[in-house]
């Protein structure tokens, strides 16, 4: 026979470890938050391999020589927006609700999300850059 005090016992503890790996998954995810600088701009719509152009319908502002994260299933990385286009006209700023055209270094795919890196030091500007243009040279 099960001793209802065994059951009892055991279940206050699951309950107890439950509690705390919950209270640690929230010190975790607060202590990653101050470490993250980047902003939710928008995600990918469309993507044409043959040029290297991604659409991205934006949901916040953005400016040539921003930097932005894309972050999908299989892609991430990091570049400047350099060339971005609406309906074929080169332009230096964009509206949140719009879609931009933008070149990118490398391939993504339809609902990749992409980020605006808020805050970077001057190293890791420099190895964006230097991984940019490995990845149009090839």
Do not use: C
């Not at 101050?34 to 391999?49: A, C, L, S």
């Not at 949140?96 to 992409?114: I, S």
Request: proline share 2%.
């Amino acid at each position: 026979m099960i001793n209802p005090l065994k059951i009892k016992a055991w279940i206050t503890r699951k309950r107890i470890e439950s509690a705390v790996n919950i209270r640690r998954s929230r010190q975790e995810f607060h202590s990653m938050e101050d470490e993250i600088m980047e902003t939710h701009i928008g995600y990918v719509t469309h993507y044409y391999n043959h040029i290297s152009v991604a659409i991205i319908s934006l949901t916040g502002r953005l400016n040539t020589n921003d930097t932005l994260h894309f972050l999908g299933r299989s892609s991430d990385f990091y570049q400047k927006a350099w060339s971005m286009e609406i309906d074929h006209h080169q332009v230096k700023s964009v509206e949140p609700g719009k879609l931009v055209a933008l070149k990118v270094a490398d391939q993504v795919h339809k609902g990749d999300t992409v980020f605006l890196v808020t805050q970077t030091t001057p190293e890791e500007t420099r190895e964006i850059l230097i991984e940019q243009l490995r990845a149009w040279e090839k």
